[in-house]
Every structure is written in C-alpha cells, then in structure tokens.
T-cell receptor, first 112, second 114 residues
C-alpha cells in the first residue's frame, strides 16, 4: 500500500510565485489535513477536510487554499509565496479526526 | 496555539536504558496520542490513550495519562539505536464534536548512544 503520497518532496520558489502541493491517499479515508512543521514549533494545522467537497480552516490558514474534489486527493495551494512560508509541509489522512493519523513523508519548501 | 508541551526537549541515553518523555496539555481532551518522527520522514503513530484510561502498553512502550494534572508520559524500555527519533504528543481538543484535527507539542528529540 502506498498510504499517503506527497509530491514534490522538495521545492524552491521565489517570493510571489504560486504552487500546489499534492497529497493523495489510497486508504479511502474521509478525513485529510495539512500541517506545517517549523523548527521549535511542532506541527500546526493549516486546513482540513472531513470529506469530498468539505474543507475548513485550521490554526494557520492565511496564505493557503485547499479544495477536495475527490476522496483521494487534497491539494494545498500557496497563492503568493512568502519567505515566512518556508517550512516542511505534511499531509495526513484517517477515518476520522480523532483516530491515529497516517502521514506522508512531507514536502520541504523554501521561499527565497 | 500549542496544546501539548513535551519535556525534555532533548534526551540522550545509552542503549539498553529506559527513556521517559513527558507531555503537558491545557484543555480537556478526548484522547492523547504519541507519534514518532525519524529524521526526514513523516510522523508514525505509536499509541493512543483515551481520556478515561490511565495506562496503556504496546510492546516496549508504556503510556500513562493523568487528566487531573493534564499530563502524559511515554516510557520506552530497553532502548535501541533504532529508537533515535523525535517523539510528539498530540491531543484532540474536546470541542463538542468539532473536527478540527490534532494539536501537537514541540517534541522530544531522543538520541540512543550505542
């Protein structure tokens, strides 16, 4: 089983550029979420989705958009990249928000 | 805001010794989870303890939960070099059925010396 797959693994952007981080899961999970991990900060929730067509904001949503057109995919869009968005981004999925989450291996994003 | 806070931030022990990490949190919870993160990888779920449980075991892992003190501990017995990783506690806020995900602490970085 592939589990949760994130692409790309690494990306360097210039300030003001936009891009989409991809996340796909093959476990038929309804719940998916995006976190960012910064040194000394742990993981912080950006956006989450409880099913296709339903998304909501987490703790740090500003500068990011999400959509959920299928159960399998949950892309994260950076609208206009800023240096403060330099981070490692993790996607996770599970059957519900309160059960153990399955994480991808992350996308390491640098904004110059 | 950070819900869980792990202590210590870093821990270095000899192989074969026991490692204990602590987690404190601020608000009521439904359950508390512990995750491991190896360098450059995603988080892997280790164990979940519900708010009405006090202790749980899984192999060499022992987790305790004290809801009156809003704290949890993770004990790894007979440590191995492969246990070297960062360990995070995560709580789901008891938000009346809300689905807003987990809140993670900052983690304990564990180093097992051979």
């Amino acid at each position: 089983n592939a589990g949760v797959t994130q692409t790309p693994k690494f990306q360097v952007l210039k300030t003001g550029q936009s891009m989409t981080l991809q996340c796909a899961q093959d476990m038929n999970h309804e719940y998916m979420s995006w976190y960012r991990q910064d040194p000394g900060m742990g993981l912080r929730l950006i956006h989450y989705s409880v099913g296709a067509g339903i998304t909501d904001q987490g703790e740090v949503p500003n500068g990011y958009n999400v959509s959920r057109s299928t159960t399998e995919d949950f892309p994260l869009r950076l609208l206009s990249a800023a240096p403060s968005q330099t981070s490692v981004y993790f996607c996770a999925s599970s059957g519900s928000p309160r059960v153990p989450q399955h994480f991808g291996d992350g996308t390491r994003l640098s904004i110059l | 805001s950070q819900q869980g806070e792990e202590d210590p931030q870093a821990l270095s022990i000899q192989e074969g010794e026991n490692a204990t990490m602590n987690c404190s949190y601020k608000t009521s919870i439904n359950n508390l989870q512990w995750y491991r993160q190896n360098s450059g990888r995603g988080l892997v779920h280790l164990i979940l303890i519900r708010s009405n449980e006090r202790e749980k075991h899984s192999g060499r892992l022992r987790v305790t939960l004290d809801t009156s003190k809003k704290s949890s501990s993770l004990l790894i017995t007979a440590s191995r070099a492969a246990d070297t990783a960062s360990y995070f506690c995560a709580t789901d806020r008891d938000s009346g059925g809300g689905a807003d995900g987990l809140t993670f602490g900052k983690g304990t970085h564990l180093i097992i010396q051979p």
